[in-house]
């Protein structure tokens, strides 16, 4: 309703992110929050490579998901780490292991950035490019 007020021309959608029902090269931007650490490590990639097909040049991704382990301090990431045994998260491990802007240049992606938004490392936002 908000984006309707606004005069925005959002599609808000759940499905399976490997397989999306859109045109290759038709929206011109993605937005995925706290959903990568839910999957195992190639379903997200299979994710990152269905929303490259999608955007259309120039297009944008942003990403937003608790921070990879590298980016916080060890202490931290064993905390984190913790989340697979004990919380029922059986892929944060994975998804902490996982350098998602490297895959996403690897991908194809161009202007790749990472950073917090907080000084605990979370929300961890990680967006690029699709070259136009």
């Not at 202007?111 to 917090?116: G, I, L, R, T």
Request: proline share 8%.
């Amino acid at each position: 309703r908000t984006s309707e007020r606004m005069g925005w021309n959002i599609t808000f959608r759940q499905e399976d992110g490997r397989s999306v029902d859109e045109a290759d090269n038709s929206v011109d931007a993605v937005i995925s929050y706290a959903v990568h650490h839910e999957m195992p490590q190639s379903v997200s990639i299979d994710t990152l490579k269905e929303m490259f097909r999608i955007l259309e040049p120039g297009g944008e991704i942003v990403i937003s998901d608790p921070p990879p382990f590298r980016a916080v301090p060890p202490l931290q990431a064993v905390i984190l780490d913790w989340e697979t045994e004990y919380r029922g998260e059986p892929y944060f491990t994975e998804a902490g292991l996982l350098d998602l802007a490297e895959t996403m240049r690897e991908i194809g992606f161009v202007d790749v950035d990472e950073f917090a938004l907080q000084e605990t490392g979370y929300p961890w936002v990680t967006r690029g490019r699709k070259p136009a």
